[in-house]
């Protein structure tokens, strides 16, 4: 019996309690040691999260100029006595120097992406948004965001990673992205992406040799988005740079802002007189200049009388006061009046571009916008008698020759009409934005007396992965409940459904309402992107390399997400340990080969 028990049993087992005693101090250590990573994590976390500069790889160390990291570590260790130990005795590894930060960099880097890409294999469907632009190192970058319905049955847009380029070309971009996707769906789900959504710019909308075709090739059902703001940009640019008239009128609007913007004592004099600053305009979001008109609108009797003052006070220099002289007689001028209350009811109606980009916006919301932008449009088309009246009414001016009122008509049923065909032109659904139009609440009767069966039949086209003839059945019962009449989009739908426990018995079109949810009508999240790009790679910070500046950005963007994971500093801690690990191994495989 002893002959066959023979070194069965573990010697250290048989030792005394000293090697209890050790394992347990090591087990302490460990967790110690764990503990003082955890609030370095914290740290580098905080810092990111709000944009704060963490040491790079080309500044010094000197204590003289510790860092803002170093300053909050210290901060940190004055609240914890074992943090502020280790600090002060450590000699090996404190986990304040530059490699540490950029090795935790990476790891939290990698454990977010994960997080992001387990939610996405476990949603129903994806999107993606795409945008270039060039930094301050004159580096091309493109910016990939994913907007998918997560597992509480929100919609979330996440940014996932800016991936510089060597060229803007449609190859490259597509290339890029094709490598992006494949890391993120695995071959059988490539199917989930339903939906790419750009800026319109003809290297991404190209239905030949365009990204969106180059995408479509790998993956079917990823169909093509036109950023709305963008489309309604585009409109409003059609409206007055093809109307000379409607052009000099924002060229002069804009000469307001610009008159104060150029010196303090102007500026100085406006909020004495005016009490009210003037908003600038901008050729690229058109709600600016809306801003700007209202405000001109409101206050030209103040800015009349503004003028008049600097030309009378005797304590600006003659540009000033010529260019005081100008600004006064334009806001007298016939023409301008007349455009300036035109604009002024037109333009709270492109306001709308704030609402196109809001996160939780649908097709079948928009399609509504939509609708009712194009009626007060056509109001205002069909009321032009009235604003020339009050126009003509006014004290006529001899600076210049005066348009008619039939002329200045004219002229304003020309924007109207512009506006409104190219508002049908550019907002029509078709193809799979059809599919918005089952779900539109407004036709709810319409439809109950007249099944839509074109839009069905174009639905199923689009999206063959649901069932024809159960979603018809669906249908014809949402159209003739009064409880779904007053759903004003595919979200609140949604929501209804989900809170009543309906998704079973409705699941074609819950699986429809995914679809359009998931699909974005804007790129608006992606030029948030750039916005925190620009904060965090500036000019004194333009040598970081490409994973710490996405690192960085993911830590900025989805700092909530971070926050929501409960396990993230343990997660990066595994993902240290591993990483380290890993280097003494590859350490121990380059010493014995040398041998």
């Known amino acids: 019996m002893k002959l066959t028990f023979l070194g069965r049993v573990s010697i250290a087992e048989q030792l005394d309690e000293g090697y209890r005693i050790g394992i347990r101090r090591h087990n302490e250590e460990v967790t110690k040691n764990r503990h003082i990573l955890s609030r370095i994590i914290h740290c580098v976390k905080f810092c990111g999260a709000f944009e704060l500069a963490l040491r790079g790889h080309d500044e010094s160390e000197s204590s003289d100029n510790p860092g803002i990291f170093r300053g909050l570590v210290d901060f940190v260790a004055s609240l914890d006595g074992a943090l502020k130990e280790h600090l002060d005795s450590a000699t090996v590894f404190k986990g304040t120097s530059k490699t540490i930060q950029n090795e935790l960099l990476d790891c939290m880097l990698s454990v977010t992406r994960e997080q992001i890409i387990k939610e996405v294999q476990t949603s129903d469907f994806l999107s993606i948004q795409a945008d270039e632009t060039t930094d301050i190192a004159t580096q091309s970058q493109l910016v990939l965001v994913l907007r998918y319905i997560d597992d509480k049955n929100n919609v979330q847009e996440r940014f996932f990673e800016f991936i510089p380029l060597q060229s803007a070309t449609a190859e490259s971009i597509a290339t890029a992205l094709k490598?992006?996707?494949?890391?993120?769906?695995?071959?059988?789900?490539k199917s989930k992406l339903i939906c790419q959504a750009y800026d319109g710019a003809s290297v991404m909308r190209g239905a030949t040799a365009g990204v969106q075709r180059k995408i479509q090739d790998v993956y079917p059902n990823a169909h093509y988005i036109h950023c709305y703001a963008h489309q309604l940009n585009l409109i409003m640019q059609q409206a007055t740079s093809h109307i000379s008239k409607a052009r000099i009128f924002f060229s002069n609007i804009g000469g307001f802002a610009s008159f104060f913007s150029k010196s303090p004592k102007r500026t100085c004099f406006l909020d004495k007189v005016v009490a009210h600053r003037l908003p600038r305009s901008s050729n690229v979001r058109w709600n600016f200049h809306s801003r700007a008109i209202n405000t001109v609108f409101e206050h030209r009797e103040d800015l009349i009388h503004c003028f008049e003052s600097i030309q009378d006070s005797g304590d600006f220099d003659p540009n000033t006061v010529r260019e005081a002289g100008a600004l006064a007689m334009l806001l007298e001028d016939q023409d301008f009046k007349f455009f300036l209350e035109l604009y002024h009811h037109i333009m709270p109606h492109v306001d709308m571009y704030a609402k196109l980009?809001?996160?939780?916006?649908?097709?079948?919301?928009?399609?509504?916008?939509?609708?009712?932008?194009?009626q007060e449009i056509q109001k205002i088309r069909n009321s032009l008698n009235s604003i020339g009246e009050q126009s003509s009414g006014s004290r006529p001016t001899k600076r210049r020759r005066v348009l008619s009122p039939e002329e200045r008509e004219r002229i304003a049923a020309v924007v109207c009409d512009t506006i409104l065909g190219h508002t049908r032109e550019r907002f029509s659904f078709t193809d799979h934005l059809v599919c918005a139009t089952l779900l539109q609440g407004d036709r709810f009767e319409e439809y109950n007396d007249t099944f839509p069966e074109d839009a069905l039949s174009s639905t199923m086209k689009a999206y063959p992965m649901l069932s024809g003839s159960k979603l018809m059945t669906e249908l014809s019962l949402i159209y003739s409940k009064e409880e779904f009449k007053a759903c004003r989009g595919a979200v609140d739908l949604f929501q209804l459904f989900m809170e009543n426990n309906l998704e079973e018995v409705f699941s074609e079109t819950v699986t429809l309402l995914k679809v359009l949810i998931t699909t974005p009508m804007t790129t608006a999240e992606a030029e948030r992107c750039f916005s925190t790009l620009k904060r965090i790679k500036t000019f004194l910070r333009n040598t970081m390399t490409q994973e710490r500046l996405n690192a960085l950005a993911l830590l900025s963007m989805e700092k909530r997400l971070v926050t929501e994971m409960t396990d993230f500093n343990q997660r990066v801690i595994e993902k240290f340990v591993a990483r380290k690990k890993g280097e003494e191994n590859l350490c121990s495989s380059s010493k014995h080969a040398a041998n």
């Not at 939780?360 to 009712?372: A, G, P, R």
């Open 179 to 189: 490598e992006r996707l494949a890391s993120i769906l695995p071959e059988d789900q």
């Open 357 to 374: 980009q809001k996160k939780n916006i649908d097709s079948v919301h928009i399609k509504v916008s939509i609708q009712q932008f194009q």
